[in-house]
């Protein structure tokens, strides 16, 4: 029933629905839900049925129920789903906006969304959790060293020739891996530039948020499968105990 109104009601009669079951104060009701229409910024869809909005405006309406009381804690799964671009980068500007005054917890598997909008980051796989930490600090975690991308003009041969003059470099076999993470891209170009060999892209990379959780949940799921052999061949021992 409830969400029969959601489709063919006004989206003020339905935030002034869910404020009652929220338990806002009657006199109170109006000027709160007013208060979020103009937060989540729907006052120029005024008046129209929510089943004839777009998907976007359909999920601010979402995120407006979710602020009426202004409760100290906000959850949002997959917020952006099946949104267009733009509606996912007005969406994401608004989730930024609530988390001023609410604690949000975002669950989402788009991690550059949890990279734009998240200040600390719960990587969980297979009910377990694996990393916890700032995303910062979690991209400094598999951060051991630095990678350049190089292009240059010249022969294969030539640009390892070149590559081995400098102390800091690890190893050459894709990628120039630095120890200690140094940013060795200046002394590279003034190397080349002595060596008169053009380079033609220069280019540091550094490790993603994407990158860790690809990194933490395969190991997951790597040690998950060990266990589980580990606990077959046990029980097969005990079967032939028997």
Do not use: W
């Not at 049925?49 to 998907?55: M, R, T």
């Not at 007005?90 to 598997?109: A, Y």
């Not at 916890?132 to 400094?140: K, Q, V």
């Amino acid at each position: 029933a409830i969400l029969e109104l959601y489709h063919i009601t006004q989206k003020e009669e339905y935030l002034d629905f869910a404020a009652e079951l929220k338990k806002v104060k009657k006199k109170d009701r109006k000027s709160e839900v007013d208060h979020v229409l103009k937060l989540v910024k729907l006052e120029e869809v005024e008046g129209r049925l929510i089943k004839n909005l777009s998907k976007g405006y359909k999920q601010r309406v979402g995120l407006a129920q979710a602020v009426l009381g202004f409760p100290e804690v906000i959850i949002l799964d997959e917020p952006t789903v099946g949104l267009d671009p733009k509606q996912i980068i007005e969406i994401r500007e608004l989730i930024k906006e609530l988390s001023k005054n609410h604690t949000i917890i975002l669950s989402s598997h788009i991690l550059a969304e949890v990279q734009a909008v998240c200040d600390y980051v719960m990587i969980i796989a297979h009910g377990k959790l694996v990393a916890s930490d700032t995303p910062e600090n979690l991209e400094r975690l598999l951060n051991g060293s630095e990678t350049i991308e190089l292009t240059a003009k010249a022969e294969e041969t030539r640009v390892r020739e070149i590559l081995s003059k400098i102390e800091e470099i690890e190893t050459t076999d894709i990628f120039i891996k630095t120890v200690d993470q140094k940013d060795i891209r200046e002394k590279l170009f003034h190397t080349f530039a002595e060596e008169h060999c053009a380079l033609l892209k220069l280019n540091l990379s550094r490790i993603t948020l994407e990158d860790v959780f690809l990194k933490l949940t395969q190991d997951e799921i790597r040690d998950s499968e060990q266990t589980v052999s580990a606990d077959e061949e046990g029980g097969d021992e005990d079967e032939g105990d028997l």
